[in-house]
């Protein structure tokens, strides 16, 4: 699976965008892009996730780059609760072995 | 949704006993399952991926004999720690993949200390 690089910690304002940025430079033709997040304590919650194109849900907007070496993980309004560690996995999404390998993430703190 | 059932969410022991830990796929028929670790601080660290019917692959390092994992159903996967000691205290998160391949959900993790 393609290792991904994620900048350690990022604070945002309540109520503004949240822009996590992700590098996957060696990801494969056939690897999705997942965003999991994990509140203190608790396991990993399922954000978005998106192979070539845009993905937009509830929660959040997933921008992938036309090179798929990059994406973008947008909250559009932060709130005190997406205080979290968000992380960015590439994984192969068909593949019955396909493991979620996860990195260091990015600490999100949001703030009043 | 498809939702994990991770039990127990925290438990303690002494050292050299043993503990079973159950993850459960509620909804879902869960064809592969993973268990993970997590140490304070740390990001979540793969331990073995098990998949229905078949024996569990271990990732480098990790002991097989100390980690037990059993896929005894579709819906159901343990691990068990033998003979535990304080540096397995950690955090353990398992997570399960349907048949559809449709993504992975995580159970709600167990705080086992080992005292």
């Known amino acids: 699976d393609a290792k991904t690089t994620q900048p350690p910690s990022m604070d945002c304002a309540e109520g503004r965008a949240a822009n996590l940025p992700c590098n996957h430079s060696t990801i494969s033709g056939n690897e999705y892009v997942y965003w999991y997040r994990q509140i203190h304590s608790q396991g990993p919650q399922y954000i978005i996730h998106?192979?070539?194109n845009n993905e937009t849900n509830e929660m959040a907007s997933l921008i992938i780059t036309e090179d798929r070496k990059s994406s973008t993980l947008i909250l559009p309004h932060a709130t005190l609760r997406d205080t979290a560690v968000y992380y960015c996995?590439?994984?192969?999404?068909?593949?019955?072995?396909?493991?979620?390998?996860f990195g260091a993430g990015t600490q999100v703190v949001v703030t009043p | 949704g498809a939702v994990v059932s991770q039990h127990p969410s925290r438990v303690i022991c002494k050292s050299g006993t043993s503990v079973k830990i159950e993850c459960r796929s509620l909804?879902?028929?869960?064809?592969?399952m993973f268990w993970y670790r997590q140490f304070p601080k740390q990001s979540l660290m793969l331990m073995a991926t098990?998949?229905?019917?078949?024996?569990?692959?271990?990732e480098q390092g990790v002991e097989k004999d100390k980690f037990l994992i059993n896929h005894a159903s579709l819906t159901l996967s343990t691990l068990t720690v033998t003979s535990a000691h304080p540096e397995d205290s950690s955090f353990y998160i398992c997570?399960?993949?349907?048949?559809?391949?449709?993504?992975?959900?995580f159970g709600s993790g167990t705080r086992l200390t080992v005292v």
């Open positions: 996995i590439v994984t192969l999404l068909m593949d019955s072995w396909g493991k979620f390998q």
């Open positions: 098990s998949n229905e019917g078949s024996k569990a692959t271990y």
């Open positions: 997570s399960a993949r349907g048949r559809q391949g449709t993504g992975y959900t």
């Open positions: 909804d879902f028929q869960a064809t592969t």
């Open positions: 998106g192979l070539k």
